[in-house]
């Protein structure tokens, strides 16, 4: 009777063990595994804004964050993003549709916020 009830708990170890290997939750927890690494893989790649001249000679990094007041959606006001320092994607103006008063087409306004130098990546930015 012993050896019987043995061997029934060997049988239902191995069916345990069964289940457990074939569980979906393993198949999941190793996507989400794969997903952090490929994150951590692009954080890797972004680029130092250091280099690009934000290190001030106090040795404090200062935001070059452009504040503005909420986009009117309604005018068909976006936000245009360009890459500045080889770094990340930041905005670089907002572009916007003004009426016409005679009934024309309207007219596409731009608004800049980097410098002259960047003035090409802001009008291809614009025409998206």
């Not at 019987?4 to 999941?28: H, M």
């Not at 290190?55 to 909420?70: A, C, E, H, I």
């Amino acid at each position: 009777m012993i050896s019987s009830f043995c061997n029934f708990i060997r049988w239902a170890v191995q069916v345990l063990q069964a289940v457990s290997e074939a569980s979906p939750n393993r198949a999941r927890k190793g996507k989400t595994l794969q997903r952090k690494q490929n994150k951590a893989k692009l954080n890797s790649r972004r680029q130092s804004l250091a280099d690009a001249g934000l290190l001030w000679k106090s040795g404090v990094r200062r935001s070059t964050r452009v504040r503005s007041r909420p986009l009117e959606y309604w005018r068909g006001e976006r936000f245009l993003y360009g890459r500045i320092h080889n770094s990340l994607a930041t905005v670089i103006g907002i572009k916007s549709f003004s009426p016409d008063k005679d009934g024309k087409e309207p007219v596409l306004k731009v608004k800049s916020f980097v410098s002259d130098q960047y003035a090409d990546l802001v009008e291809r930015a614009a025409l998206h």
